[in-house]
């Protein structure tokens, strides 16, 4: 499936998610975006995921997070074994190691309700050439925020209802873009290779925002209210505000 197409057919991405957030060596983030963008969604495309976003962490500089979706589980197995197995790993995995501190920081989601999941209808990824203009511009291309709700065993349905009823109308309300939810996926892990955090329950809200001051403006008005989505928590929600590099299918 080709992203760099602009189409009107709907596109889901996907029944399975994964969100993977990784720990760079100081200072290495911005050597890790460009080999990124150049050399890891077409050739993870290629075998079947899709590439959902990948983002620089505002608040955290050495963090760089990014989602990947499969269509099943065993599309999940076949599509990672056929990447970590193939051509393009092998020739800059070394690089890209070399970056990294930690890299098993992953959830894996599934949409929280029907319709709940990315949808990338009509995106269009630039070209590696444009977008690579683009970063050297320094512009910050809008504001994604991921919310993590740490929950018991069990309370991912009643807390996908609750959002769904009460947090989507204040999201709208306040011109917010509710892009995707999500909750565990329990399935045992079909790639052992790459470790999951097994036993989470969560569910996942990501919201995107135009700009810097749309962000400034929902958080005036989320901290002038009280929070109306209650569950049974094991800790205090976490929050990844962050930005889109310049070739992210999802802004």
Do not use: C
């Amino acid at each position: 499936m080709n992203f760099a197409r602009n189409d009107t057919s709907p596109r889901l991405a996907s029944p399975v998610v994964e969100l993977r957030q990784y720990t760079l060596k100081p200072g290495r983030r911005e050597t890790l975006v460009p080999l990124f963008d150049r050399q890891f969604i077409e050739s993870q495309e290629a075998t079947g995921m899709t590439v959902i976003g990948q983002f620089r962490d505002l608040d955290r500089p050495d963090m760089f997070v990014w989602l990947r979706g499969f269509e099943n589980m065993e599309a999940r197995k076949n599509a990672l074994t056929a990447f970590y197995g193939g051509p393009v790993w092998a020739e800059h995995r070394d690089a890209a190691n070399a970056t990294m501190i930690d890299s098993d920081d992953v959830l894996l989601l599934k949409p929280a309700w029907q319709g709940a999941g990315f949808n990338l209808s009509g995106l269009k990824r630039p070209a590696a050439s444009e977008a690579e203009n683009k970063s050297r511009n320094g512009h910050l291309d809008g504001i994604v925020e991921i919310q993590n709700h740490h929950l018991r065993p069990g309370m991912e349905a009643d807390f996908a209802r609750g959002y769904l009823a009460e947090a989507v109308p204040q999201l709208t309300a306040n011109g917010v873009r509710l892009l995707g939810a999500f909750v565990s996926e329990h399935a045992e892990n079909t790639f052992p290779r790459l470790p999951v955090r097994a036993g989470e329950n969560v569910f996942i809200g990501v919201t995107g925002f135009d700009d810097e001051a749309a962000y400034a403006r929902y958080s005036a008005a989320l901290a002038a209210s009280h929070e109306t989505t209650q569950a049974d928590r094991t800790k205090p929600a976490e929050t990844l505000r962050l930005t889109p590099t310049a070739r992210s299918l999802l802004r």
